[in-house]
């Protein structure tokens, strides 16, 4: 017994090693993927259908009635909910898209960081899954498909090592891309956006609205980066 006990701990700080390497090398992967073009054209995607589900989940805990949600191959969506034309619940519903990917991408570093990728994961399939039901036009219907089969893999196949590492490169994709995406909000010159709905809703500047989804990402990605200051857990199995 006490042979056994003594190999496992020599054995672990190696294990450890291996497994925070693997960690943050996906990191880096997962801020490079947002940052290259090619690669954001295509995550992005799957950052619209995180942003779409943002509204929709917002709009139903403000009490509103979801009717649609679609996602463009311009990754472009649109959700349309209905209830009261004016008031907090339409404030919160327009607000809740710029920052969902962030806060998913700062959820999912703290649950890699607490190991509890698991139940990130399932969340995830959960909102997720449930805005299947209310997409209207075939491309959205197509990329969220592929985005729900990959958490389903992730949840069924993936050791833990690998659900670990693919927790932290989609994590650190949603940081990074959440805010580039609030920062394009400065460069487009086309209204029709949800700084814009927010403006015309609250009879506030849309450049105020920018802001408020820049600092946010901002903090989710300062927060992200300090939780990954600590010590990552080891990974058990």
């Known amino acids: ?18 497994s925070e390497a693997l960690l943050w090398v996906a990191l880096v992967v ?11 054209r295509w995550g992005r995607h799957g950052v619209t259908a995180v942003h779409e589900a943002g509204h929709a989940l917002v709009a139903l805990l403000a009490g509103r009635r979801l009717r649609s949600i679609r996602l463009h191959r311009d990754s472009s969506g649109e959700t349309v909910s209905v209830g009261r034309s004016g008031g907090p619940g339409v404030v919160l519903t327009l607000l809740a898209g710029y920052p969902a990917p962030s806060l998913v991408g700062l959820s999912g570093v703290w649950a890699a960081r607490h190991d509890h990728v698991e139940a990130w994961v399932l969340v995830l399939l959960v909102v997720l899954g449930g805005t299947l039901f209310l997409l209207r036009n075939v491309f959205g219907v197509v990329v969220m498909l592929a985005v729900l089969a990959g ?26 891309a959440g805010l580039r995406g609030a920062l394009e909000l400065f ?14 809703a609250t009879h506030l500047p849309a450049a105020l609205w920018k802001t408020t989804f820049v600092a946010v990402a901002l903090a989710a990605a300062v927060a992200g980066a300090w939780v990954l200051g600590l010590q990552w857990p080891a990974v058990s199995g």
Do not use: K
């Open 1 to 18: 017994m006490n042979l056994h006990s003594s190999v496992s701990l020599t054995l672990a700080p190696s294990a450890v090693d291996e």
């Open 30 to 40: 997962g801020i490079a993927l947002a940052l290259v073009p090619s690669t954001y």
């Open 151 to 176: 958490l389903v893999a992730l949840r069924r196949w993936a050791e833990p090592e690998q659900a670990l590492a693919a927790c932290a490169l989609v994590s650190a994709f949603l940081l990074a």
């Open 187 to 200: 460069a487009s010159r086309v209204g029709g956006n949800d700084a814009s709905a927010l403006a015309q």
